[in-house]
């Protein structure tokens, strides 16, 4: 899988859009960003992936660059439970069940 | 659904002690996770299983640690001997397909003294 980089920590107000970048610039062709999420105490969840094209789900939207080095998770209004850290992960989709969690983005929601 | 359960949620034990932690995955899901998380090495794939046969067990620390998915809906994940250095949080995760997004389950905070 292809090396992820994130910046350690990130702040970010309620209500504003969280902007969590990712870069990943060894990227396979084959290989799609997945993003998951650790609150506190918790486990990890999965939160969206995507291959090339944008993505939107309920809780957040994939922004993916035309070269796919480098991709940002938004989180449209963040409110204080969006506090986590936030994993972007290279990830082989067909034939590869690895998840390779790095160290993150420590995400801090202020009221 | 009531998503990956995990057993227990807390457990305590003394160096030498087996430890077994269980996990009931979401119905209908067909790969099944252990991940081991510590301060120092982070959250670190030990093993996981496709339609209940063992695939890849090149986390698995050392001979002490065991896992079995006797069926579909239960695995479990043994320590034996326990040590100190086994203190982790331990979670469980399914997927509903190969390659497809994993769903945890709470975690097994494990504190061996």
């Known amino acids: 899988d292809a090396k992820t980089t994130q910046p350690p920590s990130m702040d970010c107000a309620e209500g504003r859009a969280a902007n969590l970048p990712c870069n990943h610039s060894t990227i396979s062709g084959n290989e799609y960003v997945y993003w998951y999420r650790q609150i506190h105490s918790q486990g990890p969840q999965y939160i969206i992936h995507?291959?090339?094209n944008n993505e939107t789900n309920e809780m957040a939207s994939l922004i993916i660059t035309e070269d796919r080095k480098s991709s940002t998770l938004i989180l449209p209004h963040a409110t204080l439970r969006d506090t986590a850290v936030y994993y972007c992960?290279?990830?082989?989709?067909?034939?590869?069940?690895?998840?390779?969690f790095g160290t993150g983005t420590r995400l801090t929601i202020i009221p | 659904d009531a998503g990956v359960i995990q057993s227990p949620r807390h457990e305590v034990t003394e160096m030498g002690q087996e430890v077994t932690l269980r996990c009931k995955p979401i119905s209908g899901h067909n790969s099944l996770f252990w991940y081991r998380q510590t301060m120092m090495r982070g959250l670190e794939l030990l093993i996981y299983?496709?339609?209940?046969?063992?695939?890849?067990d090149s986390g698995m620390p050392e001979d002490r640690f065991s896992a079995k998915m006797p069926n579909a809906s239960f695995s479990t994940l043994k320590i034996q001997p326990s040590e100190p250095r086994d203190s982790a949080v331990y979670f469980c995760?399914?997927?509903?397909?190969?390659?497809?997004?994993?769903?945890f389950g709470p975690g097994t905070r494990l504190t061996v003294t």
């Open positions: 995507g291959l090339k």
């Open positions: 995760a399914s997927s509903p397909r190969t390659g497809e997004e994993q769903y």
């Open positions: 992960i290279a990830r082989g989709h067909f034939g590869n069940e690895k998840l390779t």
């Open positions: 299983f496709n339609n209940n046969v063992p695939i890849d």
